[in-house]
Each structure stands twice: as structure tokens, then as C-alpha cells.
Nanobody, 115 residues
Framework: QVQLVESGGGLVQAGGSLRLSCVVSGSIFIINTMGWYRQAPGKQRELVAVITRGGSTNYIESVKGRFTISRDNAKSTVYLQMNSLKPEDTAVYYC?????????WGQGTQVTVSS
């Protein structure tokens, strides 16, 4: 059974930073892409950042220059460093992995940015 466990969310003031982590466990030998999505109240879930196994990254325009995604393949862990946070970054953040037989999701972690 595959499990994704996120941590690192919380309440922070605008301009502050948070670092999200997502640890993957279970019977997975190779994880292709790892990513972070978010869903704000009343909005659709959107892709925030993604990283390939080789380390190539892609970001949604609104977080470029503020967020950094990274991964540790040996630890099956993906991170999202979030700096200069804004109130509009408030959302539930979900970890996602893409493997040979489909996608897996974490349970989500709440990020709240106060103005």
C-alpha cells in the first residue's frame, strides 16, 4: 500500500516562509514526477510545482521566484519551500506522485497566510 504523508503546513503572516514535506512509503520502486497541488475554498485544485526524477522543475506563474520544489530520491521525499507568502497562497496543499500504474495523493496540509 502506498502512502503519502505531508507535513509543514500552518499559519504564517504575509511575507513569511513555510517548508512543506511529503514522504512516500510503500511498494514503489521508481517515482517519476512528484508535485504539489493546492486547492483554495471555492476554487479548483491547481498544480503549483512539479519536479521530474531527473530534477527538472516547472511552476505555476504566480509562485515563480518565491517557491522552490526539490526532491530526495533516496528518501522518497519531495519538498516545497515557500517564501514571500501572500494571502492568496492560502489553500490546502496536496502532494502528488506519478508512477507506472497511476497517481497517488496525500491527505493535504493547510497553509494559511494572514495579511
Amino acid at each position: 500500500q502506498v502512502q503519502l504523508v505531508e507535513s509543514g503546513g500552518g499559519l504564517v503572516q504575509a511575507g513569511g516562509s513555510l517548508r512543506l514535506s511529503c514522504v512516500v512509503s510503500g511498494s514503489i520502486f521508481i517515482i517519476n514526477t512528484m508535485g504539489w497541488y493546492r486547492q483554495a475554498p471555492g476554487k479548483q485544485r491547481e498544480l503549483v510545482a512539479v519536479i521530474t526524477r531527473g530534477g527538472s522543475t516547472n511552476y505555476i506563474e504566480s509562485v515563480k521566484g518565491r517557491f522552490t520544489i526539490s526532491r530526495d530520491n533516496a528518501k522518497s521525499t519531495v519538498y516545497l519551500q515557500m517564501n514571500s507568502l501572500k494571502p492568496e497562497d492560502t489553500a490546502v496543499y496536496y502532494c502528488n506522485i506519478h508512477v507506472w500504474n497511476g497517481d497517488y495523493w496525500g491527505q493535504g496540509t493547510q497553509v494559511t497566510v494572514s495579511s
